[in-house]
Each structure stands twice: as C-alpha cells, then as structure tokens.
C-alpha cells in the first residue's frame, strides 16, 4: 500500500541509488554531480521545503520537494524521482498527487508547477496524463553541452475529499484557514 511521508535523513542513502545512470540524475537533479551522493541529497533537502517520501510497505518508493512555494499561489516541484524497482506500478501519479495535496494543504497553492526536460519522454507523458499542461519554456545546458528546451508545466490544485488519501498527515503551514 502506498502512503506520503516526510522524508527523514535515514532515507538519503536508498534515495541516492534511484538515478541509474547520468541521464537519469539530470532529469531529477540538473545541477548535482554523477553519481548522487547522500551530501548533495542532503543540501539539496535542507533549502528545499515539502519533502516527500512515497512507501511502500516499508520501502521507500519514490522522492520529491518543492524548490519553491508563494503561499496563496504555488508550488513547485522538484527531484521527482521513483525507486526503478517500483517504476510503471503507480508510484509516479502518487507522488505526484502527494505533492499537490501537500501544496493545497500546507501552502494553500492553487496550483503546482514543475520543470521537465524536452527528452524526458517518460516524464512528459506521466505529467500529461496527470492534467499538467506547458505554460512556458526555458532553457539548460544539457549533459553534452547542448542547449536543451526544458517545459515549464502546470496543474491547477483545488483543495478536494479525493486528495485526502494522498495527504500523509502533513501539518498546515501558514494557512489561515484549513480546508475541511
């Protein structure tokens, strides 16, 4: 059974095996150093907010933060990454839901935003598949030196009964009223 949790710090060193490959660490974490070790991991967690585990009976099963939250207004997500052992069962569509419920929940975000890479085919298809639709576009360096397109996309966050089973008990920050 899948459920969010807060990430603890004992949870860095599984997290850090879940990029594959070069490719893989750059689609989640552009600007850390192949391969991720638990010192990148852990300053990349601590300037972030949000910090999301995905488990899954004990295992940890996926990973995301929010690189930045306007309260009242959005979240956006980050170092989306799930355990390959656990890849293409559902844990990309939680995690992700997770993160808007804890958007809508501890920020009162109308809405989650993220980055993907123009050759993340498999990212872009799930973010798709969720609602998340391009409301921009920049630019980054690729891995070759090339200049890569990157899609900035958007999911609008309403506050619904149907995100409560993805809230992982979160408290509330700065909200002035919690949605019943």
């Known amino acids: 059974m899948l459920k969010s949790r807060n990430f603890?710090?004992?949870?860095?060193?599984?997290?850090?095996?879940f990029p594959r490959n070069q490719q893989e660490l750059f689609y989640m974490f552009p600007s850390a150093h192949w391969p991720l070790t638990p010192r990148q991991l852990?300053?990349?967690?601590?300037?972030?907010?949000?910090?999301?585990?995905v488990d899954c009976d004990g295992l940890v099963a996926g990973y995301a933060n929010f690189v930045e939250c306007r309260l009242g207004e959005f979240c956006l997500i980050?170092?989306?990454i799930v355990n390959p052992c656990m890849r293409r069962q559902g844990v990309g569509t939680f995690l992700l839901r997770a993160m808007a419920a804890r958007a809508a929940w501890e920020f009162g975000a109308t809405c989650?935003?993220?980055?993907?890479?123009?050759?993340?085919i498999a990212g872009l298809r799930l973010?798709?598949?969720?609602?998340?639709?391009?409301?921009?576009l920049r630019s980054r360096v690729g891995?070759?030196?090339?200049i890569l397109p990157v899609h900035v996309l958007e999911l609008p966050v309403l506050?619904?009964?149907?995100?409560?089973?993805y809230h992982g008990g979160f408290s509330p920050v700065g909200m002035t009223a919690i949605p019943a």
């Open 42 to 53: 852990s300053r990349s967690a601590s300037v972030r907010r949000g910090s999301t585990v």
């Open 78 to 80: 980050g170092n989306v």
């Open 112 to 120: 989650v935003r993220l980055c993907c890479a123009s050759s993340n």
């Open 159 to 165: 506050w619904r009964d149907e995100l409560r089973q």
């Open 143 to 146: 891995l070759d030196g090339t």
């Open 8 to 17: 603890l710090e004992s949870d860095i060193p599984v997290i850090c095996g």
């Open 127 to 136: 973010y798709s598949a969720l609602g998340f639709v391009r409301v921009g």
